[in-house]
């Protein structure tokens, strides 16, 4: 059954290109499956309560000048296995809850680059007020980062590190690769 219900929200995000809520504490996963899900509308895919578990190696793109990839609210967990994500300003949002990412890539359409260091400043960013009380935030394991590097994201104050301890950064070309050592 499990396999079925995540089969067919699957199906009906790339065919109808429509906003996963994962509400009431639920456990959920999505194989992106090597799909390609564009949003076209002003909607994210937003994990509010509960747990969203995504693997494969599709792609999610928002639209752009609009939105986020994906968007974390009310306490949700989102655990990001594998997969490549495109978001508008920011690739993952976070209000209220955690992200951990073990793999994927993510970059954004409309980068907001810091001057000081050149890099964009917003590729995974929490809500201030909740990022500074602990109650939003990201737990790196490993991806790789265009032009952001988590280890160092000064958007969030200088030295902000959301990579694991025992996890390295290197950075090829304009990417930040994070390796789980």
Do not use: W
């Amino acid at each position: 059954m499990k396999k079925l219900v995540t089969t067919i929200i699957a199906v009906l995000m790339a065919l109808f290109m429509i906003t996963i809520t994962n509400t009431a504490n639920k456990i959920l996963a999505v194989s992106l499956s090597d799909s390609i899900i564009m949003q076209l509308t002003e909607t994210h895919t937003d994990t509010q309560t509960g747990k969203l578990t995504i693997n494969g190696s599709g792609k999610l793109e928002a639209k752009a000048y609009d939105c986020y990839a994906l968007d974390v609210r009310n306490g949700a967990e989102l655990v990001v296995n594998s997969g490549d994500f495109i978001g508008n300003i920011s690739a993952i949002y976070i209000i209220e809850g955690t992200a951990t990412i073990n793999s994927g890539s993510f970059s954004v359409i409309q980068p907001l680059i810091n001057s000081a260091t050149g890099h964009q400043r917003f590729t995974l960013n929490l809500f201030d007020e909740n990022g500074l009380n602990g109650s939003a935030k990201f737990v790196v394991n490993g991806g790789l980062f265009e032009n952001f590097d988590p280890s160092n994201n000064v958007a969030e104050g200088e030295g902000t590190n959301f990579v694991t301890a025992g996890c390295t950064v290197s950075q090829d070309g304009n990417y930040f690769v994070v390796s789980n050592n």
